[in-house]
């Protein structure tokens, strides 16, 4: 039987293999893979749902604050909405976190809408930990941004 002789790889050349193995592991790895799901509370005291939307994340208004809006007497509506057919929807279950896509460890880009002047924007959502999300979103060259906090599960909030 013939033996096949091998050729000596040199130091370098195994180092660029497990280099190419490595970066084809990371890029097989969702690249933001934490868990958003959930009910996150607004410094204004409304709610925000967030669910799993196929390969990223959307999300709705889940509660507002206050409940009774003090000009109409009635729950409050989109009455900012750009949309004029869309001025007299509630604001509860009005989508605000849209085509949510991976964009990094923890960070997800995609479309935000703003109640307070009904516009859309491009944003991100930026996992700070388990317990705190940032969403962010800029028009032209002005950027903000806030955090919001996990509301703790309970059978009232599943």
């Known amino acids: 039987m013939k033996s096949v002789q091998m050729p000596l790889q040199t130091p370098l050349q195994i180092s660029l293999g497990l280099l190419a193995m490595a970066t084809i592991a990371l890029m097989s790895t969702p690249s ?30 889940a509660s507002v604050s206050p409940q009774v809006d003090p000009e109409t007497g009635r729950p409050p509506t989109d009455k900012k909405n750009a949309d004029p057919n869309q001025r007299n929807r509630p604001l509860v279950g009005v989508p605000v976190l849209m085509g949510m896509h991976p964009n990094g460890p923890g960070k997800w880009t995609g479309r935000l809408y703003n109640v307070e002047d009904g516009n859309t ?10 317990d705190t999300i940032r969403l962010e979103g800029c028009a032209l060259f002005f950027c903000g941004g806030e955090n919001l906090t996990r509301v703790k599960s309970t059978a009232a909030t599943r």
């Open 32 to 61: 933001a893979g934490a868990n958003v799901d959930g009910l996150w509370l607004h410094k204004g005291g409304g709610t925000l749902r967030i669910r799993n939307c196929g390969d990223g994340v959307c999300g709705t208004i």
């Open 121 to 130: 924007y491009t944003g991100h959502l930026i996992e700070l930990g388990p």
